[in-house]
C-alpha cells in the first residue's frame, strides 16, 4: 500500500458527460501528479500541483482541469467526455520537495469508462 | 526532448530463468533520474529503484539488479531466478531536473513467468 488513495475505483459513464476523481496523497507529501494510462498513449503525465499551485502541464486537454485544495487533496475534472478519454487515472504523490529526484508513490487508479 | 523506449513489449519466461528487461533514455540534460516500477495484475505502480545520472554505480537488491550504462543510455534491469510474482508490466521512467518532477515513462514491457 503506497499510502495514495484514489476514489472512485472504477467510473463508467456516457459520452458528454463530467466526472471527477479524487486523491488524497501520502501524509506529508506536497506535490500531486495526475497521469492517464491508456493501450494507445501508454503512462502519460497530465499536470502536477505543489502545495496549491499548478507547477507543471503536460498532455493535458482543455477540456480537463485539476486543483489541489488547502488539505492537499486533488481532484481531477474531466468533462464533454469522449470515447478515447476511457482510460486509467493514476494519481501520484512525492515527498515535500517535488524535486526531480524524488520517486512518486501511485495510488490504485481510477478506471474510466465512457460509454 | 525527454524520451524513455522499452522495446520489448513482451517477454516470456520459464521459472527459474534469469530475464533481462532493457531501457534506452533520451535527454540533453546532464541532471536526470532514472527508475523502475512495476505493475502487477492488480494495477498499482510499485517503486522498485531510483538511480541519479552521477552515479552509474550497479545495483543488486535480491534477485534484481541494475545495470547504468550512460555511454549507452540505457538503464536495464535484471530479475535472476524469476518467480510467478514476477510476472507484471514494467516500466523505466525519466525526469529532469530542470522541468520539475513529471515522469516520462517508456511503453513497458509484459513479463510472464510460466511456471
Known amino acids: 500500500d503506497s499510502g495514495v488513495t484514489q476514489t472512485p475505483k472504477h467510473l463508467i459513464t456516457a459520452t458528454g458527460q463530467r466526472v471527477t476523481l479524487r486523491c488524497s496523497p501520502r501524509s506529508g507529501d506536497l506535490s500531486v501528479y495526475w497521469y492517464q494510462q491508456s493501450l494507445d498513449q501508454g503512462l502519460q503525465f497530465l499536470i502536477q500541483?505543489?502545495?496549491?499551485?499548478?507547477?507543471a502541464k503536460g498532455n493535458i486537454l482543455e477540456r480537463f482541469s485539476a486543483q489541489q485544495f488547502p488539505d492537499l487533496h486533488s481532484e481531477l475534472n474531466l468533462s464533454s467526455l469522449e470515447l478515447g478519454d476511457s482510460a486509467l487515472y493514476f494519481c501520484?504523490?512525492?515527498?515535500?520537495?517535488?524535486?526531480?529526484?524524488?520517486?512518486?508513490?501511485f495510488g490504485p487508479g481510477t478506471r474510466l469508462t465512457v460509454l | 526532448a525527454q524520451k524513455v523506449t522499452q522495446a520489448q513489449t513482451e517477454i516470456s519466461v520459464v521459472e527459474k530463468e534469469d530475464v533481462t528487461l532493457d531501457c534506452v533514455y533520451e535527454?540533453?540534460?546532464?541532471?536526470?533520474?532514472l527508475f523502475w516500477y512495476k505493475q502487477p495484475p492488480s494495477g498499482e505502480l510499485v517503486f522498485l529503484i531510483r538511480?541519479?545520472?552521477?552515479?552509474?554505480q550497479n545495483e543488486i537488491s535480491g534477485r534484481y539488479s541494475w545495470n547504468f550504462q550512460k555511454s549507452t543510455s540505457s538503464f536495464n534491469f535484471t530479475i535472476t531466478a524469476s518467480q510467478v510474482v514476477d510476472s507484471a508490466v514494467y516500466f523505466c521512467?525519466?525526469?529532469?531536473?530542470?522541468?520539475?518532477?513529471?515522469?516520462?515513462f517508456g511503453t513497458g514491457t509484459s513479463l510472464t513467468v510460466i511456471p
Open positions: 535527454t540533453r540534460d546532464t541532471t536526470y533520474y
Open positions: 500541483y505543489y502545495n496549491g499551485e499548478e507547477r
Open positions: 521512467a525519466l525526469s529532469v531536473l530542470y522541468t520539475g518532477n513529471q515522469f516520462y
Open positions: 538511480r541519479n545520472s552521477f552515479d552509474e
Open positions: 501520484a504523490s512525492s515527498v515535500a520537495t517535488g524535486l526531480a529526484y524524488n520517486e512518486q508513490f
